[in-house]
């Protein structure tokens, strides 16, 4: 299995910006789909995006369509998500995961990373 380190988290204000970064390690990175997903207190895990290992294809949820953006370096071994223009409702632990195929269902992702916290505020 791949080992995944999420980072680039933090506390940020309302309409601005950060990167996540998923690290992978153990094994290239280009043999998986990659997906990111977010948990927020008290609500359950969601689909934020995903990605194909060749990045071809690419889906967002409704909530971030247009704001966020996953990209991939297989070379680096890493994948990224670009988030603008947050909002507080994006406050939320993010997770990257890895899958053998392109899929939205957490239950096919079979590596995760360990979290990274995103925090919005006013």
């Known amino acids: 299995q791949v080992q995944l380190v999420e980072s680039g988290g933090g506390l940020v204000q309302a309409g601005g910006s950060l990167r996540l970064s998923c690290a992978a390690s153990?094994?290239?990175?280009?043999?998986?789909?990659m997906g990111w997903f977010r948990q927020a207190p008290g609500k359950e895990r969601e689909i934020v995006g995903a990605?194909?290992?060749?990045?071809?294809?690419?889906y967002y949820s409704d909530s971030v369509k247009g704001r966020f953006t996953i990209s991939r370096v297989n070379a680096k071994n890493t994948v990224y998500l670009q988030m603008n223009s947050l909002k507080l409702e994006d406050t939320a632990v993010y997770y990257c995961?890895?899958?053998?195929?392109?899929?939205?269902?957490?239950?096919?992702?079979?590596?995760w990373g360990q979290g990274t916290q995103v925090t919005v505020s006013l």
């Open positions: 990605i194909s290992w060749g990045g071809a294809e690419r």
């Open positions: 995961a890895a899958a053998q195929r392109f899929t939205l269902l957490s239950t096919d992702f079979e590596s």
């Open positions: 153990g094994r290239t990175l280009s043999s998986y789909a």
